[in-house]
Nanobody, 116 residues
């Protein structure tokens, strides 16, 4: 079992920055994939950014060049640095991981609101 606790969401003006954090209850070295999804009102959940243990990193086209996913193994934490935020980035952001034993886990979500 892996528990995920997200933080860092909030209200920011367009052009601003936020950094989301996802703290895992176990070593992230046990995880094969770590990522962030988001869901805006009335829209489907979409992948924002993810990276695998073998080094593959993917970003949604809409966030390329603005968002960066990273991790700190010592803190068992995955981050999403979001720069130059736009109103269309407004959504609930969820941390998502896939463990080495095949299980998948989600965080509780953190609200990001970007005002114009």
């Amino acid at each position: 079992q892996v528990q995920l606790v997200e933080s860092g969401g909030g209200l920011v003006q367009a052009g601003g920055s936020l950094r989301l954090s996802c703290a895992a209850s176990r070593s992230i070295l046990l995880l094969n994939l770590m990522g962030w999804y988001r869901q805006a009102p009335g829209k489907q959940c979409e992948l924002v950014a993810a990276f695998s243990r073998v080094g593959d990193t993917n970003y949604a086209d809409s966030v390329k060049g603005r968002f960066t996913i990273s991790s700190d193994n010592a803190k068992n934490t995955v981050y999403l640095q979001m720069n130059n935020l736009k109103p269309e980035d407004t959504a609930v952001y969820y941390c998502y991981v896939e463990a080495s034993w095949g299980a998948k886990y989600w965080g509780q979500g953190t609200q990001v609101t970007v005002s114009s």
